[in-house]
């Protein structure tokens, strides 16, 4: 074991969130600090969750009929400027390579998202209205060169995704499809991560460089900021009229299809942190939990042998249905493994003593309430799963709890700015120019996280005339 | 479909490889060129057998105890200078970023490998003995700035593999080691590929930059090429010493310890087309093959409707066992549909017509024989799966006959250059030198491929002391 991980959390989550949270990524093993400036290093425990994201959406894609692909890192700067929104937005994050070839006409860049190179494969591949639907997805890294601070899985310079990118005949599949990927990674994070979430469209100056509109899903923490969770982008027909893709229809005509992109990234490890972690660590959801159930035998000098040998016994009986782990190591006291354990989050804890095998009984310990319970040793498989089901609800419950008791709808300028104040998220009609987004960053620090729906009337903020009711929050 | 599959392959396989391996990448869609030079776009049908490698490979490394992990792309250049045989080795192939800090000291390269950076953390994360052995994993993408003539798998400039990383106490662990995971490689190779390979130590010339010795496998192409599938690589202690990476022994005294690094790449994708594809196009192993049959309904006007719903129910059945699609394309013949599951290696093509449906049978059509016979409906399943078994078994036998059969032991220099022209694979015993090694490639376009034991006596080719008995073939 690294030394690193032997100390324990330092602060309190409500107390320094920031180091916090610096202090459970590296000490739980999740991800650490690199030699290159805005980078991380992803570790073994943060990496099986992220193997454990990947594996749930891939089946509800290839489900779907989306295949995998794998497109270039490199792209050519001229296919960057194709669409002129798109380059514009992007190209103060694009990191460029160094010429290494004497006939190079064009710089290349890094993908700091794979549209342009796709798309320019997709008008050679796309022919006819029998290639539509052409549902496509690569898993790959990304490089966006961030001016801001960044911080492990929420912002680096680096990270790993996926992005989907799809082709449609009509421009009303093509909307429907968009809203079906956003409600996929709401599965995701409502399901597999126990993370509720706010889902609309984002106003226009906080939509993709390119997209005709972008919908989100917000996941608000507990300490009331959003955080963006997953984006799916409606692209109409730009980027295919700056690529010149086109199919034949069914009567033989020429036509412009749609297409959408959608993406979500490693940041979702981020948000597991911030939702559920408490003063002692992560609490993980069992059903990302990359480990379920740590077993735990307390060694007393003379019956060392015998509750071996139960919690080995166990362990075997618990491989068949559980991510199981055994941890006897000698050298490390029962207290000091079970905090670590609990640092790391898994949810279950499975303490096996002297006392316990004589009785032919174990304790289990809850990590989100840290509730004990004994259980018959022959209960123990099917309790484990009673409890695990039971700990997923409770943490999705918790998390929406915190959602709702955090929405606040606000109608005067300083209600509105109380409410960002107080850290909660404010809902208010609002005319969602770029100018009033940015006056309202300016003063509170709150951005527009998603459109709830149209309104009418006034903007809370400016006075003018208001378009759409909104939620506002500060934001990771 | 895409216009270009349309066409079906214009050269055979032995009449032009080359060009037979180009016209099968692009038209069976297995990947394409791209716009970036010597990059390659790799398609769903390549990518999914990319995930059966992976899904077979990473399912060996984690029963081993192997934990993935991941690294940043860009490695500072002065990690790369600590290692000076390594950075010599590597330098003319690396690519670099433009600097986009003002205060970054260090240029940055796109990984080629990540030795370096990720020893420069082992050094951090190694403390003691119970850390050892420390085994770590990671599935990313690797550049290396090609001079040579690109070819898709076989190399590109960019390219997906996997890359082991672990640290052992001892240098006889370390060994053992080396040669487990050259024995896993065989392992991927001969029982999901059906590729044998031959397997030894490179010699001094060929070996892996910083390395002490690097094993690897060697494929023997149908055209008498050899082709690296995999290699597994002895560090030594040499990165360990340059980047400070000791731990504390049980008597408290700090030692250094021993690595090696192994990886296999997208190019195992190249072997399986070159190594079993015919002049009909690509033909998969069964157990890589992404899908295993097609069900392909001949249409006669007035029976449509009963071999539709035969067909349908066939493949509901099939869905169970095997990676089926139904082909129920009205627009194309028959004939023109078991042309392209040919062409994209399909191990079993079904066809089922009006008189089937009568006879309550199918036809199985083999892509390895092209034997045809009949099955009745309630056979199928069972029969699929037996002749899917003995494919793959008979596709493993020919290539391993190909192998043997190029095979030759040679004891003068004539012979030898005779067996290279040959296309053969020429055992000699040899010095082994660099400078006696470049004379043969000068002079035959042939490189060793691997030792396979000590040998006394002279250099077949140089005439001076010979070292090793060695194969010798052209190369990919």
Chains 1, 2 share one sequence.
């Not at 209205?129 to 990304?142: G, S, T």
């Not at 003063?443 to 459109?451: D, F, Q, V, W």
Request: glycine residues 6%; charged residues 30%.
């Amino acid at each position: 074991m690294a030394k690193e991980t032997k100390e324990g959390l330092t602060v309190t989550k409500s107390g320094d969130s920031s180091e916090w949270y610096q202090q459970v990524v590296q000490k739980a093993g999740l991800a650490d600090y690199s030699p290159v400036k805005g980078c991380m290093i992803i570790r073994p425990h943060g990496y099986a969750m992220w193997e454990g994201i990947q594996s749930f959406f891939d089946g509800i894609m290839k489900g779907h009929g989306v295949q995998n692909a794998y497109f270039p890192l490199f792209i050519p700067e001229s296919f960057f400027k194709k669409e002129a929104t798109h380059a514009e937005g992007f190209s103060p994050e694009v990191a460029w390579i160094e010429n290494k070839d004497k006939d190079m006409k064009d710089r290349l860049a890094i993908r700091p998202t794979s549209e342009t190179i796709m798309y320019d494969s997709y008008a050679r591949w796309i022919r006819s209205w029998r290639d539509l639907p052409f549902q496509m997805n690569q898993w790959a890294n990304v490089v966006r060169w961030e001016t801001k601070a960044t911080k492990p899985f929420l912002r680096t310079r680096e990270f790993l995704w996926q992005e989907g990118h799809c082709v449609y005949a009509t421009a009303k599949e093509c909307a429907k499809e968009t809203k079906y990927w956003s409600d996929m990674y709401k599965k995701v994070s409502e399901e597999l991560l126990a993370i509720p979430v706010l889902q609309g469209k984002k106003t226009e100056s906080e939509k993709f460089s390119g997209a005709d509109y972008t919908v989100t899903i917000e996941a608000i923490m507990p300490d009331g900021k959003a955080l963006q969770m997953g984006t799916s982008h409606n692209l109409g027909q730009g980027f295919a009229k700056a690529f010149g893709i086109s199919y034949l229809d069914e009567q033989g005509k020429k036509q412009v299809p749609y297409q959408n992109s959608w993406g979500i990234s490693t940041r979702m490890i981020g948000a597991i942190i911030l939702a559920h972690g408490d003063d002692k660590g992560l609490v993980l959801p069992p059903r990302i939990a990359p480990i379920t159930c740590a077993i735990v035998p307390i060694f007393f000098d003379k019956k060392k042998k015998v509750v071996m040998k139960g919690a080995e016994a166990l362990y075997k009986k618990l491989l068949n249905t559980q991510r199981v782990v055994l941890d006897d190591r000698e050298q490390q006291s029962a207290g000091w493994r079970f905090s670590e354990w609990e640092l790391k989050g898994v949810p279950l804890r499975i303490e096996i003593g002297p006392k316990d095998v004589e009785k032919k009984q174990v304790v289990l310990v809850r990590r989100d309430t840290g509730k004990k319970e004994f259980v018959k040793v022959a209960q123990v498989e099917k309790r484990c799963v009673a409890l695990l089901e039971e700990m997923q609800k409770n943490l999705l419950s918790k998390a929406k709890k915190n959602l709702k008791d955090r929405l606040v709808k606000v109608t005067t300028k300083q209600t509105f700015t109380k409410a960002i104040k107080d850290s909660n998220v404010a809902i208010i009609s609002c005319c969602a120019t770029s100018s009033c987004e940015d006056a309202i960053k300016e003063a509170t620090g709150a951005t527009s996280r998603c459109i709830i729906k149209e309104a009418r009337g006034k903007c809370v903020y400016c006075g003018k005339k208001a378009a759409h009711e909104v939620y506002y929050s500060k934001s990771y």
